[in-house]
């Protein structure tokens, strides 16, 4: 088992920025991409990043390139998001999920965090 525990969210103007923070514990090594997802309200849940837990390969969506970073700290088995240049649409519930893939679709990942909410005022 994984477990994954989100931080970092909370409330910022159009323009600012946020650091998401998901730290992993337990059987870690099975967590070989880590992935943050978003889910805003009546909408499915969507893809933002995904990062290699080893070796450094990553994806975005295009909706977020060139604003947000994924990156990781193995040493702390956390894994965060810089999010730059926030924008209202941005606002939902960000999720961080564990799997063994590096993929787009929600049910490629195995394990999920609780979530944390982020929301973007214009």
């Known amino acids: 088992q994984v477990q994954l525990v989100e931080s970092g969210g909370g409330l910022v103007q159009a323009g600012g920025s946020l650091r998401l923070s998901c730290a992993a514990s337990?059987?870690?090594?099975?967590?070989?991409?880590m992935a943050w997802f978003r889910q805003a309200p009546g909408k499915e849940r969507q893809f933002v990043a995904a990062?290699?837990?080893?070796?450094?390969?990553?994806y975005y969506a295009d909706s977020v390139k060139g604003r947000f970073t994924i990156s990781r700290d193995n040493a702390k088995n956390t894994v965060y998001l810089q999010m730059n240049s926030l924008k209202p649409e941005d606002t939902a519930v960000y999720y961080c999920?564990?799997?063994?893939?590096?993929?787009?679709?929600?049910?490629?990942?195995?394990?999920w965090g609780q979530g944390t909410q982020v929301t973007v005022s214009s």
């Open positions: 999920a564990a799997g063994a893939h590096l993929a787009t679709p929600p049910t490629a990942y195995d394990y």
């Open positions: 337990g059987r870690t090594l099975r967590a070989s991409f």
């Open positions: 990062i290699s837990w080893s070796g450094g390969s990553y």
